[in-house]
């Protein structure tokens, strides 16, 4: 009878806190971004193309899993220091015994081990002797524990995004969050490339 009446107590209390803190989140504002924004046509021949991908990639937070430069393919990796700067989740706010405000992305890294996982295939074709094309697709994934509540994963590729329907700490009601790459590190390699003259 005891253990019973701690049992009841702990799911008041439980109860009680969770009613003291309330959230309100806002979705990422999605841009259509066409296929052809992951494309770009260099005015070098595809050696000195190439020789500059291999250059920036060597000097940046990029690592290089793969390349090889017959079919012009590289793959690399990259987002598991700092995920809100590649992928975002809207506008998170939560009021009461947890406060946070800020992007639902840095609130899953600093509350709920969230880490994301991202590739990137980058492809250097030649475009007869003067020009050439490089193209890029990264693929995210997502990952994170809301603490008392459960596990969720987001997976897309560039220009998409992916949905779940999350039991937030604020509420048993949950919210529809939308996880979108903000395409920085996309435009950073065909930006940096672009610019290799």
């Not at 020789?51 to 990796?77: C, P, R």
Request: proline residues 3%; aromatic residues 12%; glycine residues 6%.
């Amino acid at each position: 009878m005891h253990q019973l009446h701690i049992d009841i107590l702990s799911i008041i209390v439980m109860t009680t806190c969770l009613g003291c803190t309330s959230g309100r989140y806002i979705a990422p504002h999605i841009d259509q971004t066409s296929a052809n924004a992951f494309n770009r046509t260099i005015d070098l021949p595809f050696d000195s193309t190439w020789n500059n991908l291999i250059q920036y990639l060597s000097s940046s937070s990029f690592y290089i899993d793969h390349s090889e430069k017959a079919s012009g393919l590289v793959i690399v990796s990259f987002g598991s220091l700092y995920p809100g700067q590649y992928v975002t989740g809207g506008h998170w706010e939560l009021k009461g015994n947890v406060e946070f405000s800020g992007d639902y992305v840095d609130y899953l890294v600093q509350r709920a081990d969230g880490n994301l996982q991202a590739s990137m295939n980058i492809v250097v074709l030649p475009l007869g002797l003067q020009k050439s094309k490089i193209s890029v697709n990264a693929s995210y994934f997502l990952s994170a524990t809301i603490p008392d509540r459960a596990s969720y994963s987001w997976s897309f590729d560039s220009g998409s995004i992916d949905i779940k329907f999350v039991y937030n700490v604020s509420s048993a009601k949950g919210d529809s969050v939308t996880i979108a790459p903000t395409h920085k590190a996309e435009f950073a390699i065909l930006e940096a490339v672009s610019e290799a003259h």
